[in-house]
């Protein structure tokens, strides 16, 4: 198993562009999530998915959109780049009480 | 609301104890986890806890959990160079993806 994926590993964007940031995970897992971390923070929730077809909203949802058509695959998208959404963002897909991170995407917006 | 609280650093000798401490404030918190991040890299699970429980070992690693105080602690035995890295308490609120995070504790382990 490959486990979580995370694509592409850094990005450089210009404010107002857009971008989608992929996820994929090969373990059947029902539950995944987007996660940014910030210098000195933990990990904020963006997004989460309980399955196909279904997501909700994290700790901080603005300015991201998400959706979920196969168990395997999350993606993130940024519509319009902001500074302000310069971190690192992690993936995760969860099974019982384990929850698994991918290796995390560097997004920096200039 | 809630909060994950923990210190940002601890500096400790090869071969001595580390703990780290973290405080949470979600009274119906059901899980409590440890994660490990090392220099550009994820997040590894290191271990959790259940909130019914006050202790758990997996070998050198013990946790504690105050539930009473909200205070839960890792603890490192025999800490090794390879143990620096940051360490991330978490409490599940809510559904399986719901964690909330603490800022991290940096270890830094020296000869």
């Known amino acids: 198993n490959a486990g979580v994926t995370q694509t592409p590993k850094f990005q450089v964007l210009k404010t107002g562009q857009s971008m989608t940031l992929q996820c994929a995970q090969d373990?059947?897992?029902?539950?995944m999530s987007w996660y940014r971390q910030d210098p000195g923070m933990g990990l904020r929730l963006i997004h989460y998915?309980?399955?196909?077809?279904?997501?909700d909203q994290g700790e901080v949802p603005n300015g991201y959109n998400v959706s979920r058509s196969t168990t395997e695959d999350f993606p993130l998208r940024l519509l319009s780049a902001a500074p302000s959404q310069t971190s690192v963002y992690f993936c995760?897909?969860?099974?019982?009480?384990?929850?698994?991170f991918g290796p995390g995407t560097r997004l920096t917006v200039l | 609301g809630e909060d994950v609280e923990q210190s940002l650093f601890l500096s400790v000798r090869e071969g001595d104890s580390s703990v780290i401490n973290c405080t949470y404030t979600?009274?119906?918190?059901?899980?409590l986890y440890w994660y490990k991040q090392e220099p550009g890299a994820g997040l590894q699970l290191l271990t959790y806890?259940?909130?019914?429980?006050d202790m758990k070992q997996d070998q050198r690693l013990t946790v504690l959990l105050n539930k009473k105080d909200k205070h839960l602690s890792l603890r490192i035995a025999d800490t090794q160079t390879g143990d620096s890295a940051i360490y991330f308490c978490?409490?599940?609120?809510?559904?399986?993806?719901?964690?909330?995070f603490g800022a991290g504790t940096r270890l830094a382990v020296h000869p």
């Open positions: 995760a897909s969860s099974y019982l009480d384990e929850q698994f």
């Open positions: 373990m059947n897992h029902e539950y």
């Open positions: 998915s309980v399955g196909a077809g279904i997501t």
């Open positions: 979600d009274s119906s918190s059901t899980y």
């Open positions: 806890i259940f909130s019914n429980m």
């Open positions: 978490a409490e599940r609120a809510g559904g399986y993806n719901k964690l909330i």
